[in-house]
């Protein structure tokens, strides 16, 4: 993962740490798990593509479609386990997913444009 990503994730981790402590509801630790899961999807599938780029098109296209079904167990597990054992964190943890999708998309974007326009800063 590249710097920006990782001050993503713990700004995000944070402030719903934050959000656990002034509101005192438990179900948001569902939202932390989501959001870890979210955040995890996207790096993986940017990490996936990256590397599916460099084959030619059919290793390329067998290797993402593996990867889909990875990804896709992975969450189902992770969606199945909270519903069994929390399923007061179930709507916490679809919003977790999709804030860590969307907002480690951006990074990952912002990151990707910078890097073509070769504007590096430091």
């Not at 969307?102 to 890097?115: L, P």
């Amino acid at each position: 993962m590249i710097k920006s990503s990782f001050i993503a994730l713990w700004s995000g981790t944070a402030f719903i740490l934050l959000g656990i402590a002034l509101t005192g509801h438990p179900n948001f630790y569902g939202g932390l798990i989501g959001y870890w899961v979210g955040f995890g999807y996207t790096e993986w599938i940017h990490h996936d593509t990256l590397a599916s780029s460099e084959l030619d098109i059919r290793s390329a296209i067998i290797r993402m479609r593996r990867s889909l079904i990875s990804r896709l167990g992975m969450v189902t597990v992770v969606v199945a386990a909270v519903a069994r054992f929390r399923d007061s964190w179930l709507f916490s943890l679809a919003t977790g997913i999709a804030v860590g999708v969307i907002v480690s998309f951006i990074t990952v974007a912002i990151h990707r444009i910078h890097g073509e326009r070769g504007d590096k800063k430091k």
